[in-house]
């Protein structure tokens, strides 16, 4: 797999989540995974950079066991914050759900809209420099889910990169009857920076020579 960051990448999401890192925010130290669980994700591990996981689940939270719409952290207390929501909604119909115990879910769209719009804002006040967020446009009920825009809508501002993520086969389930739309076999990683919007070369502090 290449080491270029291209706007269409077919690697695993932890290998885009750390070329987003080095070429997107090449000054950052710190960086909190506000939706860690058990590292599936991303585990931040050959980066240099001082990863603090969390999770609501406190048999899961690897450093601090926190719910992502109220985290218990100061302003700008992380270079940049990743946040990885749940997608799925009432999976089930009331039975077990093998997706939902895997990954979370939510009972309704509105509740789904208003976690993703308050994890943002919380992504957006605990990160000095930024925030990437990986989300999925998608069709549920009959229904487009444009959570890209969710994002964008939360956060009041045009992202500074987004990627797109996709696997060469929609996973499909041989219950399913007609096609009535697009399978979705992508997803969308949106970063956002503060202050200065430029693509520009970037160093970590640390690394600075003075003149």
């Known amino acids: 797999m290449s080491d270029r960051l291209y706007t269409v990448e077919t690697g695993t999401s932890a290998?885009?989540?750390?070329?987003?890192?080095?070429v997107l925010f090449p000054d950052a130290a710190t960086v909190l995974d506000m939706t860690y669980g058990s590292g599936s994700f991303w585990r931040g591990t050959d980066t240099g950079l001082d990863v603090t996981g969390i999770d609501i689940n406190p048999q899961r939270a690897r450093d601090v066991c926190a719910d992502f719409t109220r985290l218990p952290f100061r302003d700008d207390a992380f270079d940049v914050t990743i946040f990885d929501p749940p997608y799925?909604?009432?999976?089930?119909?009331?039975?077990a759900s093998v997706m939902?115990?895997?990954?979370?879910a939510y009972p309704s769209l509105d509740r789904l809209y208003t976690a993703v719009v308050e994890g943002c804002f919380e992504a957006d006040r605990v990160s000095r420099l930024g925030m990437i967020v990986k989300v999925q446009d998608y069709v549920h009920s009959?229904?487009?889910?444009?959570?890209t825009q969710w994002v964008r809508d939360a956060l009041e501002r045009p992202a500074y990169q987004r990627v797109d993520i996709v696997r060469p086969h929609k996973l499909l389930d041989p219950k399913w009857g007609d096609q009535l739309s697009a399978?979705?076999?992508s997803a969308t990683f949106l970063a956002f920076r503060h202050g200065d919007q430029r693509h520009i070369r970037r160093r970590r502090p640390a690394l600075e020579v003075a003149s």
């Not at 290998?15 to 080095?22: D, E, F, N, T």
């Not at 799925?88 to 039975?95: F, P, Y």
């Not at 939902?100 to 979370?104: I, L, T």
């Open 15 to 22: 290998q885009v989540v750390a070329k987003l890192l080095r």
């Open 183 to 185: 399978y979705s076999n």
């Open 100 to 104: 939902g115990a895997r990954f979370g």
């Open 88 to 95: 799925h909604t009432d999976m089930g119909r009331g039975k």
């Open 142 to 147: 009959s229904q487009l889910v444009e959570m």
